[in-house]
Structure formats: structure tokens, C-alpha cells
């Protein structure tokens, strides 16, 4: 079973950058896919990215795609979300999520998920 933990985010001008963190601990890390969701201010949580268990596939939804990088180091049990280009629509709190699988794939849909961490708020203005 695996832990995961949010870090990176704040407050952000328009344009700017931020690279949010997801520590995970318990079980190994390469077991995992994992994926970045986002819930805006009264908006339902919704995907953002996914990364396969060794990081050869990934999949991004079309609002952050060429702005947001999703990545990964299983050696130091962390995934990575590199955003630029920031506008005040990418507000929200983002939530990590891993879920076990033998395979290399990615997976978009919450109902894939079964650990999940607290999330970081991300608050960009305009």
C-alpha cells in the first residue's frame, strides 16, 4: 500500500511556473501508475495528467497539453508535475494518485485510482 504526499504549490502570477512534487512511501514506487487530477473552485476534480510505471507512456488532457510535463524518479519514490504557462483557469487543488498494475499503461479516470493523496493548492492570478 502506498502514501503519497503533495508539495510545490502557492500563489502564482499569470505566465509563470510552479513544479508540484508527490512523495510516495510504502510499496514499490515501479508497481504504480500514477496521474495528476485538479479540482477547481466549485468544479468537479478532473484529469490533468498520467504516467505509465516506468514513465514510457503519458497522456494529458487537452487543456494543459504543451504547458504541463508529467514525470517521474522511482529511485527517489516521486512524480513530478512541471507547469508553465499558468492562467488563472489552472487554479485548483491538485491531487496525486497511484494505482497497482502490471501494466504500461496510463489511466485517466478517477474510478482507476485507489490511493490518493491531500493535494496542494495552486492559485493563479491574473
Known amino acids: 500500500q502506498v502514501q503519497l504526499v503533495e508539495s510545490g504549490g502557492g500563489l502564482v502570477q499569470a505566465g509563470g511556473s510552479l513544479r508540484l512534487s508527490c512523495a510516495a512511501s510504502?510499496?514499490?514506487?515501479?508497481?504504480?501508475?500514477m496521474a495528476w487530477f485538479r479540482q477547481g473552485p466549485g468544479k468537479e476534480r478532473e484529469f490533468v495528467a498520467a504516467i505509465s510505471r516506468y514513465g514510457g507512456n503519458l497522456d494529458y488532457a487537452d487543456s494543459v497539453k504543451g504547458r504541463f510535463t508529467i514525470s517521474r524518479d522511482n529511485a527517489k519514490r516521486t512524480m513530478y508535475l512541471q507547469m508553465n504557462s499558468l492562467n488563472p483557469e489552472d487554479t485548483a487543488v491538485y491531487f496525486c494518485?497511484?494505482?497497482?498494475?502490471?501494466?504500461?499503461?496510463?489511466?485517466?479516470?478517477?474510478?482507476?485510482?485507489?490511493?490518493w493523496g491531500q493535494g496542494t493548492q495552486v492559485t493563479v492570478s491574473s
Open positions: 510504502g510499496g514499490t514506487l515501479s508497481t504504480y501508475a
Open positions: 494518485a497511484a494505482r497497482y498494475t502490471y501494466y504500461a499503461y496510463t489511466y485517466a479516470s478517477m474510478k482507476d485510482y485507489s490511493y
